[in-house]
């Protein structure tokens, strides 16, 4: 998962958590981010990941810039500015979504109980 923090632009401020992906970035009303800014194009760039990490596709002609130079097929890195038009945003990874662990303690507590239970029932038995 990663995160795309507007820096620059009429979203500035805003974040955005990118779970699935292509994930498209452009001036269209169906991309999943959609930049109003000058110098976006409809379909200006998407998000990619490939086993090696996280890589931009982006349109053919279309301007984008990874921190101030311009871009070359390149893996991103954790906390780089990519400028599209007069918009900038910064890639960073989001933070992991932990799983609930409910279930699994309640089964180990359960587990104790029991094995407690057992042992005292052995000691009544025993001693009896």
């Not at 910064?90 to 042992?119: H, P």
Request: net charge positive.
């Amino acid at each position: 998962m990663i995160q795309l923090h507007v820096l620059s632009g009429k979203k500035a401020g805003s974040r955005t958590v990118v779970r699935h992906f292509p994930f498209h970035i452009g001036r269209a009303p169906e991309n999943h981010l959609q930049l109003d800014d000058d110098g976006v194009w409809d379909q200006h760039l998407s998000f990619e990941f490939q086993s090696g990490g996280f890589n931009l596709a982006v349109a053919p002609n279309a301007l984008v810039a990874v921190n101030g130079q311009p871009f070359q097929n390149q893996t991103l890195r954790n906390g780089d500015t990519i400028t599209i038009g007069s918009a900038k945003l910064q890639f960073w990874l989001a933070a992991a979504r932990q799983r609930g662990l409910r279930f699994r303690e309640l089964f180990v507590w359960s587990l104790i109980a029991a094995v407690t239970a057992s042992q005292i029932a052995l000691i009544y038995w025993l001693i009896r």
